[in-house]
């Protein structure tokens, strides 16, 4: 199992530019979400998705969509990259039965570094 | 509403010495509690939950409701241990995790 992986580790893009970061789990999650990591700040919800063709807001979901056509994989997407876009970004899945504290867990990707100019 | 404060961003201790990173949580119910770590050019993992009262790697966390806090100790700390430190909330029937500001752990030698 290759568990959660990302796609690209290291983009670096102009002011205005759009991109869009996959994510993809092998591991039959339904259950899956996109982080921003910066220093000072923690790990912040992006937007998440409770299952295929499903999606939410997190905590800082401006300037970003996604898309979950797929269970397996997870877009999000930059329209028009800013500066303030600059940052690791992190995906994450688990299961759909979060009451089960005992085993619910999430599975973290290897991030992406996102650099904007 | 759900928040995690973790109050230190950085903390630094000798080798041997205990280490406590601190997390406070605001939450009105029962929450479940996890602690994850970032080891240097890894990815994100749990390293325990509250739930199972385990001990991973000689670290343990306590649930003190009555402080709302669950802090994370080890008695001797190891050059090993220096890594990044997420506490994290799970509310009831949430379907998210809510994160602290991550506490970053150096272990001088």
């Known amino acids: 199992n290759a568990g959660v992986t990302q796609t690209p580790k290291f983009r670096v893009l102009k002011t205005g530019q759009s991109m869009t970061l996959l994510c993809a789990q092998d591991?039959?999650?339904?259950?899956m979400y996109w982080y921003r990591q910066d220093p000072g700040m923690g790990l912040r919800l992006i937007h998440y998705?409770?299952?295929?063709?499903?999606?939410a807001k997190g905590e800082v979901p401006d300037g970003y969509n996604v898309s979950r056509l797929k269970k397996q994989n997870f877009l999000l997407g930059l329209e028009s990259a800013a500066p303030s876009q600059t940052s690791v970004y992190f995906c994450a899945s688990s299961h759909d039965f979060p009451e089960l504290a005992g085993v619910y867990e999430q599975y973290f990707g290897p991030g992406t570094r996102l650099t904007v100019t | 509403a759900q928040r995690v404060t973790q109050p230190e961003k950085l903390l630094s201790v000798f080798k041997g010495a205990p280490v406590e990173l601190k997390c406070n949580y605001s939450?009105?119910?029962?929450?479940?509690l996890f602690w994850y770590v970032q080891y240097s050019r890894q990815r994100l993992q749990l390293l325990l939950r509250?739930?199972s009262r385990e001990s991973i790697k000689g670290f343990t966390a306590d649930l003190n409701k009555g402080e709302t806090s669950f802090h994370l100790k080890k008695p001797f700390a190891q050059e090993e241990d220096s890594a990044m430190y997420y506490c994290?909330?799970?509310?009831?029937?949430?379907?998210?995790?809510?994160f602290g500001q991550g506490t970053r752990l150096t272990i001088n030698p």
């Open positions: 939450y009105s119910g029962s929450p479940e």
């Open positions: 591991m039959n999650h339904e259950y």
């Open positions: 994290a909330l799970l509310g009831k029937g949430a379907q998210k995790l809510v």
């Open positions: 998705s409770v299952g295929e063709g499903t999606t």
């Open positions: 509250h739930i």
